[in-house]
């Protein structure tokens, strides 16, 4: 069975601070993982996921991941936070040999002040 | 290009009806899942379907059950609605049946139980 734990339902920044989301992942086969953004009243959008390969996965506007094998995690960050990336981020988990299904974590609202 | 369309966007209804939810997957996807979100949750897995058979089931009732349609386009059913099935109903569609390919999420339909 997979798991994923975001720490911290909110997280505050100031525009132009370091954005620093964390996840942590639980999976008994190499697992898949994926950063998801979702705007209000809106669906997910990828931001980016690591398969295999290269550990430190670049995303869109800006984001990027790093798959700690050792540690389990899969944080996200961003080296400087503007407004327009307030929103809701989730954390997925998939297994290697499952089909479409992702395990998600119950998401980290990131608020960005002026 | 269309992304994925989903209808109806919000409803109301009371325990014990029934819903049926639609969605219409990108052109030339294949792959229908649906996932449900509890506000302050992240999506939880339903239903799977790739090529017009169920490839997956999460872990809820037999009141929820789904098809495909021979145009890809899917429904998902909920029987004797309770309150706890108050949620965000998200479809997504990819291409194929893994999950290295990118899931695209449509808007949801927001239902509410009374």
């Known amino acids: 069975a997979q798991s994923v734990t975001q720490l911290g339902s909110h997280v505050s920044v100031s525009e132009g601070a370091l954005v620093l989301l964390r996840c942590n992942y639980s999976s008994s086969v190499p697992p898949y993982l994926f950063w998801y953004v979702q705007y209000p009243n809106q669906g997910l959008q990828l931001l980016l996921k690591y398969t295999t390969g290269a550990t430190l996965v670049k995303g869109i506007n800006g984001f990027e991941a790093e798959f700690k094998k050792s540690e389990t995690s899969f944080h996200l960050t961003k080296p400087s936070a503007h407004m327009s990336d307030a929103a809701e981020y989730f954390c997925a988990v998939s297994d290697q040999a499952g089909y479409s299904t992702l395990t998600f974590g119950k998401g980290t609202m990131l608020l960005v002040s002026p | 290009d269309a992304g994925v369309t989903q209808s109806p966007t919000h409803l109301i209804k009371t325990r014990g009806q029934h819903v049926t939810l639609r969605c219409s997957p990108i052109s030339g996807h294949k792959s229908v899942s649906w996932y449900q979100q509890v506000l302050g949750q992240g999506p939880q897995f339903i239903f799977q379907y790739y090529e017009k058979e169920e490839r997956g089931r999460g872990n809820f009732p037999d009141r929820f059950s789904a098809r495909q349609f021979p145009n890809y386009s899917s429904e998902l059913n909920v029987n004797a609605l309770l309150l706890g099935d108050s949620a965000l109903y998200l479809c997504?569609?990819?291409?194929?049946?893994?999950?290295?390919?990118?899931?695209?999420f449509g808007e949801g339909s927001r239902l509410t139980v009374l």
């Open positions: 997504a569609s990819s291409a194929g049946q893994g999950v290295t390919g990118e899931l695209f």
